[in-house]
Nanobody, 124 residues
Framework: QVQLVESGGGLVQAGGSLILSCAAS????????MAWFRHSPGKEREFAAA????????NYADSVKGRFTISRDNAKNTVYLQMNSLKPEDTAVYYC?????????????????WGQGTQVTVSS
């Protein structure tokens, strides 16, 4: 499995922006489709965004579409999540996930490896 480490979380006011990073190691990063999920108290872990191995295709949950952008740099073994126009309901622990496949998935069970998560808190 690939090892994943997220960073970039923090406290931000509503309307603000954050960039999350996820550094991968241990396997060939470009063999993995990547995704970001998030988990809020009282809710199940939910899909936020995904990107294919080459970055040619991306997908977003309706709740973040138009505000979040997922990208990757295979030379740096890193996937990013640019989050703009943040809302209090975006408050969650954000997890990076990897899938050894050409295509991305949108469910927790589609992914083989997970990071430890990074907390994002959006104040109103």
């Amino acid at each position: 499995q690939v090892q994943l480490v997220e960073s970039g979380g923090g406290l931000v006011q509503a309307g603000g922006s954050l960039i999350l990073s996820c550094a991968a190691s241990g396997r060939t990063f470009s063999n993995y489709s990547m995704a970001w999920f998030r988990h809020s108290p009282g809710k199940e872990r939910e899909f936020a965004a995904a990107i294919t191995r080459t970055g040619a295709s991306v997908n977003y949950a309706d709740s973040v579409k138009g505000r979040f952008t997922i990208s990757r740099d295979n030379a740096k073994n890193t996937v990013y999540l640019q989050m703009n126009s943040l809302k209090p309901e975006d408050t969650a622990v954000y997890y990076c996930a990897a899938r050894y496949s050409r295509g991305y998935g949108v469910t927790v069970g589609d992914y083989d490896s997970w990071g430890q998560g990074t907390q994002v808190t959006v104040s109103s």
